[in-house]
């Protein structure tokens, strides 16, 4: 079913994404109703499913939102050649990614997700695959002396992504002061690694 015939649509779309979100994190996933969903997203149950066809369909897209945006940090800190650049990189979009008022109930519902359907246990392995590159990117940066070496990549990777997926639990951008949080987030994840912040050598 298309996502998009025109700016209606896409905005329906995206308040029925949110209200699914709101609704799972809420009640859970087997206890959430697709009418509680249309109710929150301003829209009747019929036209509700103009949009998706049923409560796996809206798990499956609101997953894909919070798993979309790794993707893009990921690929952006590809970007960097120097791995000790390509660390920190990463480190500051994902902090502003998990704390993006726009996304955090869709990073919230990844974070929950426990593997009870296909659709939660590919999430999940998307998560590992994330998991396993981020330790690949560090292995790089203690190759360099960029990053710490007492600690095997795998472990610090997911140290750090385990201190970055705890600020959705409480970080509120509409109350909270959320640039400074993610300066002192950034600040805190980097000195965890050790993170040499000088310029690298180029040969």
């Known amino acids: 079913m298309p996502e998009t015939t025109g700016g ?18 809420e009640r859970g996933y087997d206890a959430a109703r697709i009418g509680h969903v249309a109710t929150a997203a301003g829209l009747s149950k019929s036209s509700l499913y103009h ?3 049923g409560k796996e369909q809206l798990l ?25 650049a390509a660390v920190r990189r990463l480190i500051e979009l994902v ?16 974070i929950g997700v426990r593997g009870n359907s296909d659709i939660e246990r590919s999430a999940l392995e998307r998560r590992r695959r994330f998991d396993l590159e981020f330790a690949q990117m560090l292995e790089r940066a203690q190759s360099v002396g960029a990053v710490r070496s007492d600690m095997t990549p ?19 951008p509409d109350r909270h002061g959320v640039d400074q949080i993610r300066a002192d987030a950034v600040r805190f994840v980097l000195a965890g690694l050790g993170h040499d912040s000088r310029p690298e050598p180029t040969g």
């Open 60 to 84: 499956q897209l609101g997953l894909e939102r919070a798993l979309a945006g790794l993707d893009e940090c990921f690929a952006a800190a590809r970007d960097e050649a120097e791995p000790g």
């Open 51 to 53: 949009h998706v066809e």
């Open 8 to 25: 209606r649509a896409v905005n329906d779309l995206e308040s029925v994404l949110l209200a699914a979100a709101d609704e799972f994190l």
């Open 154 to 172: 795998l472990v610090l990777a997911r140290l750090c992504f385990g201190t970055i997926n705890a600020l959705h639990a409480w970080v509120r």
């Open 95 to 110: 902090v502003e990614d998990m704390t993006d008022r726009a996304r955090l109930p869709f990073v919230a519902l990844l």
